[in-house]
């Protein structure tokens, strides 16, 4: 069998990926990028991922969608016919000589089909196998399911996104782009397969690490529920009733966003010094020794008026000029990137954050790195491209 890169923390450790879509796979990325090895499983149709895109030209092509191919890099990547008594056994003898199984396939199919938890620690009590499930095995939801969608939506992050609104009848809810909450999802998952992989290593234990994506989801609304725990009202989305700076994006006079010559900066005076400073960052205009902007409250009270005349001086100025001047006067003050800009940051460049990776349909491309560093471990980021569809299946399945 094609083995890995001996680095990382999980060196050693075989990681069986039955994940479809973001929130499985991300899971399976995050121990790749520790240095496990990761078998991921598709159907021979294959991971619908494949489909997801985007695509260059925007042509889809299954080895070309960029949301897959970033998802399973350092992976080996073989196909499978669960519907099939070969593609079944194969599967089983994969699981017995795996140490981690990530899955996040239907409630109940792999039970259904002889191949869940309970199947596989017969032969490998050790495993640690990790269900990522809509809402949990027990409870009045657990047969529901969920798409990104409408977990963003369920879980109560859609009302705080983006701020304050004009009318909130016409100007709905609405979840963020780029898959998010699935994200969260599957860095839930690796969160808990990773005590769960160092007890085992420690006792022998195996366990069942079941994932809840609606409670992951809702764990992320801390300052909300905070409020609701205080007897407080959940933070408005009509513009005329937001009184405060709070989380979502609240443009007001303590914090906001600015137009630029080349996009926007946000900005976040909150002190009537840090205010001092940014008057005179501006020169001095006539009209901030306005009455209604002398004080905190002041420009809290007249902050529409109060941005369109600040607005008038960050216009003229890029916004990273901006930013530079602000944080020198000691003004929380920074950027307003686009994904564009980060391809071009000097901070995650010099860091080497993006490495390059060569596909061999897709071509050589960028690829997001981590967070991360550890020391006396060097990361093995980039192994090898994200498999062609059923790709190892001769050198992974045919030792079985």
Same mark, same amino acid.
């Given at each position: 069998?094609?083995?890995?890169?001996?680095?990382?923390?999980?060196?050693?450790?075989?990681?069986?990926?039955?994940?479809?879509?973001?929130?499985?796979?991300?899971?399976?990325?995050?121990?790749?990028?520790?240095?496990?090895?990761?078998?991921?499983?598709?159907?021979?149709?294959?991971?619908?991922?494949?489909?997801?895109?985007?695509?260059?030209?925007?042509?889809?092509?299954?080895?070309?969608?960029?949301?897959?191919?970033?998802?399973?890099?350092?992976?080996?990547?073989?196909?499978?016919?669960?519907?099939?008594?070969?593609?079944?056994?194969?599967?089983?003898?994969?699981?017995?000589?795996?140490?981690?199984?990530?899955?996040?396939?239907?409630?109940?199919?792999?039970?259904?089909?002889?191949?869940?938890?309970?199947?596989?620690?017969?032969?490998?009590?050790?495993?640690?196998?990790?269900?990522?499930?809509?809402?949990?095995?027990?409870?009045?939801?657990?047969?529901?399911?969920?798409? =990104?969608?409408?977990?963003?939506?369920?879980?109560?992050?859609?009302?705080?996104?983006?701020?304050?609104?004009?009318?909130?009848?016409? =100007?709905?809810?609405?979840?963020?782009?780029?898959?998010?909450?699935?994200?969260?999802?599957?860095?839930?998952?690796?969160?808990?397969?990773?005590?769960?992989l160092y007890r085992r290593r420690m006792t022998g234990l195996g366990a069942h690490v079941e994932v809840s994506a609606y409670e992951a989801m809702?764990?992320?609304?801390?300052?909300?529920?905070?409020?609701?725990?205080?007897?407080?009202?959940?933070?408005?989305?009509?513009?005329?009733?937001?009184?405060?700076?709070?989380?979502?994006?609240?443009?007001?006079?303590?914090?906001?966003?600015?137009?630029?010559?080349?996009?926007?900066?946000?900005?976040?005076?909150?002190?009537?010094?840090?205010?001092?400073?940014?008057?005179?960052?501006?020169?001095?205009?006539?009209?901030?020794?306005?009455?209604?902007?002398?004080?905190?409250?002041?420009?809290?009270?007249?902050?529409?008026?109060?941005?369109?005349?600040?607005?008038?001086?960050?216009?003229?100025?890029?916004?990273?000029?901006?930013?530079?001047?602000?944080?020198?006067?000691?003004?929380?003050?920074?950027?307003?990137?686009?994904?564009?800009?980060?391809?071009?940051?000097?901070?995650?460049?010099?860091?080497?954050?993006?490495?390059e990776q060569d596909h061999p349909v897709a071509g050589k491309l960028k690829y997001p790195g981590v967070p991360y560093r550890l020391s006396g471990?060097?990361?093995?980021?980039?192994?090898?491209?994200?498999?062609?569809?059923?790709?190892?299946?001769?050198?992974?399945?045919?030792?079985?």
């Amino acid at each position: 069998m094609e083995t890995g890169s001996a680095k990382g923390l999980l060196s050693g450790v075989k990681v069986l990926e039955l994940g479809q879509g973001v929130s499985g796979p991300y899971c399976g990325k995050v121990l790749a990028q520790l240095g496990a090895e990761v078998i991921k499983v598709e159907p021979p149709e294959g991971d619908p991922a494949r489909m997801m895109g985007p695509f260059p030209d925007d042509e889809p092509h299954p080895e070309k969608s960029g949301l897959f191919l970033a998802l399973n890099m350092n992976k080996l990547g073989v196909t499978l016919d669960l519907h099939e008594e070969g593609g079944v056994e194969k599967l089983r003898q994969l699981a017995e000589s795996s140490d981690v199984v990530i899955e996040n396939l239907p409630q109940g199919y792999l039970d259904g089909l002889g191949l869940g938890y309970e199947a596989f620690k017969e032969e490998n009590p050790g495993m640690v196998y990790t269900s990522i499930t809509s809402f949990g095995s027990w409870g009045p939801y657990a047969d529901y399911r969920l798409t =990104d969608l409408v977990l963003f939506h369920m879980s109560g992050q859609a009302p705080g996104l983006l701020g304050p609104v004009e009318d909130t009848e016409s =100007d709905p809810p609405i979840r963020a782009g780029g898959h998010q909450a699935e994200f969260v999802v599957g860095m839930a998952a690796a969160t808990a397969t990773l005590p769960a992989l160092y007890r085992r290593r420690m006792t022998g234990l195996g366990a069942h690490v079941e994932v809840s994506a609606y409670e992951a989801m809702v764990t992320q609304l801390i300052s909300g529920l905070a409020n609701c725990a205080y007897d407080r009202p959940a933070p408005p989305r009509d513009v005329k009733q937001v009184k405060e700076a709070t989380t979502g994006g609240i443009v007001t006079a303590v914090g906001g966003v600015l137009r630029c010559s080349d996009g926007y900066v946000a900005i976040s005076p909150r002190e009537d010094a840090q205010w001092e400073r940014w008057v005179e960052l501006m020169g001095g205009p006539d009209w901030a020794s306005d009455e209604r902007f002398t004080t905190r409250e002041g420009r809290e009270a007249n902050f529409p008026e109060l941005w369109r005349l600040v607005e008038g001086w960050t216009t003229d100025h890029s916004k990273k000029d901006v930013a530079r001047w602000g944080q020198e006067r000691r003004i929380p003050c920074f950027p307003v990137n686009t994904v564009e800009d980060l391809f071009d940051d000097g901070h995650l460049r010099h860091r080497g954050f993006f490495i390059e990776q060569d596909h061999p349909v897709a071509g050589k491309l960028k690829y997001p790195g981590v967070p991360y560093r550890l020391s006396g471990a060097d990361l093995p980021l980039a192994t090898r491209p994200a498999p062609l569809l059923g790709e190892h299946n001769a050198s992974v399945l045919e030792g079985l």
